[in-house]
């Protein structure tokens, strides 16, 4: 990956708002009833997102990157709702989940779509 470059996960566990005694409960999302919530821990993306996204590579004439950016998509990443700064935590998620990535703002994507 190289800057300009745009990661697209497959699914996303939400480990901010993780209970620790239900790893299988992260995320909440519609069960088909009425005012019930099913938990689930990931968040599944889809391809659909990102019909008509194009990245380029300059954005003026002066200010371009060194390569054309790459989209990837597949991944699997972890979002919180607060910064995570420990390398310990990092290797855990990888280890155990397969984590290819953390960060704070895809929660409020996710969760909103």
Known sequence: MSI???TVPQQFAHTGIWDWMNLNGTFFSESGKANTAL???W???TQKWL???KLV???NSSLCLPQKPKLVV???GSTANTLVDNAAY???LFQTFRISYVDMESSA???TS
Do not use: E, K, R
Request: with cysteine; proline share 4%; glycine share 12%.
């Open 4 to 6: 300009g470059d745009v």
């Open 39 to 41: 938990p689930l821990f």
């Open 43 to 45: 968040a599944n993306t």
């Open 51 to 53: 019909q008509g996204i």
């Open 57 to 59: 590579q300059c954005v």
């Open 74 to 76: 597949g991944l699997s």
């Open 90 to 92: 990092w290797n855990f």
């Open 109 to 111: 994507v996710v969760m």
